[in-house]
């Protein structure tokens, strides 16, 4: 965990964050946190980050996301050298799916 950004306001941030109970609470607080253009940058970042997990090209991920290739090199830098917090989330949702598909 980076030191720097561990203070009361990130933590009160996150447990706000962890009180939301479901997607259109997610819209109504992060449209009144975030511009639209950083919660576009966040979505795209995580697109990156999905689609650099499925193996593809910077090529395919910059014409499929309009992400920089500097974007796409940052989101892998936090891939492979990190603190796996992409890899946690995407196993989790891919558990939530298979747990999904069998009911």
Do not use: H, P
């Amino acid at each position: 965990m980076n030191k720097k950004i561990k203070t009361e306001a990130v933590d009160s941030l996150f447990d706000a964050i962890l009180c939301l109970k479901d997607r259109r609470e997610c819209y109504s607080f992060f449209e009144d946190l975030c511009t639209v253009n950083e919660l576009l940058s966040l979505s795209q970042r995580f697109e990156v980050a999905a689609m650099l997990g499925s193996r593809k090209t910077y090529l395919e991920i910059a014409e499929k996301t309009g992400a920089s290739t500097a974007t796409i090199s940052r989101v892998n830098r936090s891939l492979n050298y990190g603190n796996d917090g992409y890899e946690m989330v995407f196993n989790r949702l891919s558990q939530k799916a298979a747990e999904a598909e069998q009911q």
